[in-house]
């Protein structure tokens, strides 16, 4: 269920809230949030609930044995089950995301057909499983010990603002909340604007523009002038910002209102510094993820290798970060492309980057990460080439496919506005706000209305679509 | 929840809104399906969801008669036909639903004013998603351009080869075309200066290069950007009272050819014009945009002999709307499509029949143009048939088969370029 259907807004949320802040008790409480979110993923996605409910029993149960062997025998014991969970956790993964890759590469080596019924993925398994070898983990580096009560670690596991698209939450960032999930008004408030402002942000910013970049992209690429290439390329550099960080929005506010603080997953990343800091502020809860569970590990792993240790390192977890994102070539080049820069920026070169005056670290940064969206959004390796071309002016600034053809002057109000919240501005404004309190809260609260008002008569004029990140 | 500020009354209201919008549906009880005169298409309504169906599903579930139980029951959710109906319903049935969705365009037009704030171009979109046009400076709609390209001409390619199949099949009867160029064919249309590809009038010139010799052709073309406002709507792709009389006057004329003795021309100078009716026609709608003023809706008031009108099953049927019209029995309701309303809608099938003397049958194939135009036509024919291929099923419809059963002297092919010139929806089976 998207959380910007009307559907999801309008019958869904209010009497999952009404149900929540009537129920008394905390336990009945994560039962209706466990119930909920069942509800939640099976309204879009029937045919894959057991896949769901077989990641959460099997994560609560093999959470618990790791924790009594840890607590009995110690870590040798507990190994075993530890590797046994991240396995059929990453098993599940490969097996719905992957399979279908793997075997269509492999059929091109042998130059042999292979027969394979491909299977609908099911919603939200990228973020699941990533939770569960989390949980698992955890518990195994004794970061954590495992949840007993089935109720809490379902509230955990399948909580339904973050279980489609996250933020990738650790146990640890919510446990104390699964005791007594029991918001105050101000959190609920808090959840409120947080929710609107990410549902304006999906859909009367990165809707609109995905209306000029999906013409502009689906058209000949290789044939565009420079003028509309580079109007593409960045407007699809904030449709996807302003997508995933509305729902990363939306996800904290509900979360909020259900009492719960998930991670933040943005930081302004197209203000960063370098590549290496546009990944600090990029998706930072998968970030986080990566680097906890693979670049530290394999870091320790190979303490003893000097020669280019840490670089290789850097490519490995972006070359599957990449490949986390999308069964196709496209993403593990553009994963592996993130990760050589950010080899090259742990050396020599990052020092000398710090050096520069700040406009040229932005520009820098801009430009390699708008090269990576590229990679990132044209699928089809084939036409890289003549996209860049067009980005570089082979075709002349405009060419018969104008910027008229594409009707794009008419999405620049969208893209300053677009712009406008890619940055801090607006975020600063809030907290002044919320420090000054008063009149002038109570005039930006109006303003969280309209904006609420107008995003739903945008949905009943043009309908919703799919989050971006969904489909990952 | 423990405390409460002032501030935090104002998003009372976000809570109070999401809540009583399912209050609503629920106070409001079970709708009847309702047609949307604005969108032309019956909403969805919410799917009913039968008590009885579940607990019988589930005691089939007990007697471990799983397939009968997803049946009754389940397999509705598990092939997402209850989830899809439901979504659609939520949208279709959401209170203020046409306000807010005009709200929603109204500012999306405003975005794009202010985009060509700094721009001296008078046409502009009109909405970010339909390829219809706003001419500032004449106040009317109009739409994108079509193209011409190698693809265009396959197409057309294709078409006369069909002509020259069934005029070469088909001796016995007179063959005619009348072409309506409409403003996206049009040399005329404005917008031709930004789509290198544009047709700008050249399909239908190639058409007329091509087209087997047998075929008489008449056309209805536009002489300036002017003629689009004197022979069609500001708001609607449909030709208006005046364009459709030039087009009576030009096929009767060109029927004439072969038909000396047919009656003559109905007399056609009275116009009524609706005092009360302000015309917001397709382009407007799929914007809704009610541009200021809207089209004058104005129709013929003329004296036919009496004639009947049947259906594809022989059924005579009142077909359009007519004399309710003119009895001042129209709907006022915003964006409502008069010009099917008043002259018909879209249907496979029409069998004209005029007691008029003489013996003669007309076959025309034709689109939404021919409605307002078939009375004028048929009154010169005994039966008149009135094909629509869209209507068809698979868009199937043989000409050989039709003619077999059927006494026809002549055929009129009768619309736009896609009737006339592409076999897109419109092929006519030899």
């Known amino acids: 269920m998207p959380l910007s259907s009307l559907h999801f807004i309008f019958i869904f949320l209010p009497l999952f809230l009404l149900l929540y802040y009537v129920i008394p008790k905390s336990g009945w409480r994560n039962a209706l949030l466990v119930f909920g979110s069942l509800v939640f993923f099976s309204w879009s996605d029937p045919g894959n609930l057991p896949v769901l409910l077989f990641s959460l029993l099997f994560n609560y149960i093999f959470g618990r044995v790791i924790t009594r062997q840890l607590e009995a025998k110690g870590r040798p014991a507990a190994r075993p089950y530890m590797w046994i969970a991240v396995i059929v956790n990453l098993l599940m993964l490969v097996f719905y995301k992957y399979t279908g890759f793997l075997l269509e590469n492999l059929a091109d080596l042998i130059n042999q057909p292979i027969k394979f019924t491909s299977r609908a993925l099911p919603l939200g398994v990228s973020f699941f499983t990533f939770t569960g070898i989390s949980y698992i983990l955890d518990l195994y580096n004794s970061t954590e010990k495992a949840e007993e009560n089935i109720l809490r670690f379902g509230s955990y596991f399948a909580m339904f603002p973050k279980l489609l698209q996250g933020p990738i939450t650790r146990f640890g960032q919510v446990k104390k909340e699964l005791i007594n999930p029991r918001p105050t008004m101000d959190e609920v408030m808090d959840g409120a604007r947080r929710f609107i402002g990410g549902l304006a942000k999906k859909i009367l910013l990165a809707d609109q523009l995905g209306l000029a970049i999906d013409k502009v992209f689906g058209s000949k690429v290789g044939e565009l002038g420079a003028g509309v290439a580079w109007f593409a390329l960045i407007g699809y550099a904030l449709q996807i910002y302003l997508d995933f960080s509305g729902y990363t929005d939306m996800a904290i506010g509900l979360g909020r209102m259900l009492g719960f603080k998930l991670p933040e997953n943005f930081n302004f990343p197209y203000i960063s510094r370098s590549v290496s800091d546009f990944w600090r502020r990029w998706h930072m809860s998968l970030t986080s993820w990566f680097r906890t569970y693979l670049f530290i590990p394999l870091e320790f792993a190979r303490k003893k290798e000097k020669f280019l240790r840490q670089q290789s390192n850097l490519v490995i977890v972006f070359l599957l970060t990449g490949l986390w994102h999308g069964a196709d070539w496209n993403f593990i080049i553009w994963g592996t492309y993130f990760g050589v820069i950010m080899a090259v920026e742990s050396g020599k070169w990052g020092k000398l980057l710090k050096k520069t005056p700040l406009p040229v670290q932005h520009v820098y940064s801009f430009v390699l990460v708008m090269l990576g969206w590229v990679f990132f959004r044209i699928t089809d390796i084939k036409v890289w080439g003549p996209f860049l071309k067009s980005l570089l002016g082979f075709n002349g600034w405009t060419t018969e496919f104008s910027m008229r053809y594409f009707n794009v002057l008419q999405f620049l109000p969208i893209i300053v506005l677009g712009v406008f919240f890619s940055l801090p501005f607006a975020n600063r404004l809030e907290h002044k706000v919320n420090e000054k309190g008063g009149a002038v809260r109570i005039i930006l609260d109006l303003v969280y209305l309209v904006l609420f008002v107008l995003s739903i008569a945008s949905i009943l004029a043009n309908g919703y679509s799919a989050f971006i990140y969904a489909q990952f | ?430």
């Open chain 2, 1 to 430: 929840m423990k405390s409460m500020n002032l501030a935090n009354r104002i998003l009372i209201l976000f809570f109070a809104l999401i809540l009583a919008v399912p209050v609503f549906w629920v106070a409001r009880g079970k709708v009847e399906p309702q047609r949307s005169l604005m969108e032309y298409r019956v909403l969805t309504v919410f799917p009913p969801l039968s008590f009885t169906d579940f607990r019988m599903s589930i005691k089939r579930i007990s007697q471990r008669k799983f397939e009968e139980a997803g049946q009754l029951f389940f397999n509705q959710f598990r092939q997402m036909k209850f989830q899809n109906i439901f979504e659609k319903a939520v949208n279709e049935q959401f209170p203020l639903r046409s306000q807010g969705i005009r709200l929603s365009k109204n500012l999306t037009r405003q975005g794009i004013r202010i985009a060509y704030l700094f721009t001296d171009d008078k046409i502009i979109p009109a909405d970010n998603r339909n390829n219809v046009y706003e001419d500032r400076e004449n106040t009317l709609l109009l739409p994108e351009p079509e193209f011409f390209r190698n693809k265009e001409q396959a197409d057309i390619d294709v078409k006369i080869d069909y002509y020259d199949t069934i005029i070469k099949l088909h001796q016995n009867q007179n063959f005619y075309a009348f072409y309506i160029e409409v403003l996206e064919d049009s040399a005329f249309n404005p917008l031709n200066q930004y789509f290198i590809n544009a047709d700008a009038g050249r399909s239908f010139s190639y058409f007329l290069e091509h087209k087997p010799q047998e075929l008489r052709v008449e056309e209805l073309l536009l002489e300036k950007y002017q003629d689009q406002q004197k022979y069609f709507y500001r708001t609607d792709h449909h030709w208006n009272v005046h364009g459709m009389l030039l087009g009576y006057e030009k096929i009767y004329n060109m029927l004439r050819e072969n038909y000396p003795d047919i009656t003559p021309m109905q007399s056609h100078d009275t116009i009524y014009t609706f005092p009360d009716i302000e015309f917001h026609g397709r382009w407007a709608r799929s914007v809704f945009y009610k541009i200021k003023p809207g089209d004058v809706f104005e129709v013929p008031l003329l004296d036919l002999p009496p004639y009947k009108i049947y259906d594809i099953e022989g059924n005579e049927i009142d077909y359009n709307h007519k004399d309710e019209y003119l009895a001042g029995n129209y709907s006022r309701a915003p964006f409502a499509d008069h010009y099917i309303e008043y002259n018909g809608k879209d249907v496979d099938y029409l069998e004209y029949v005029f007691e008029n003397g003489t013996d003669r049958n007309l076959l025309i194939i034709g689109d939404s143009f021919t409605n307002a135009i078939e009375p004028l036509l048929a009154s010169h024919y005994h039966h008149t048939y009135a094909v629509d291929i869209r209507h068809y099923p698979d868009y199937y419809f043989s000409l050989s088969e039709f003619l077999a059963a059927h006494d026809v002297d002549d055929v009129l092919v009768l619309g736009g370029p896609s009737v006339v010139m592409h076999q897109w929806r419109w092929t006519i089976n030899p």
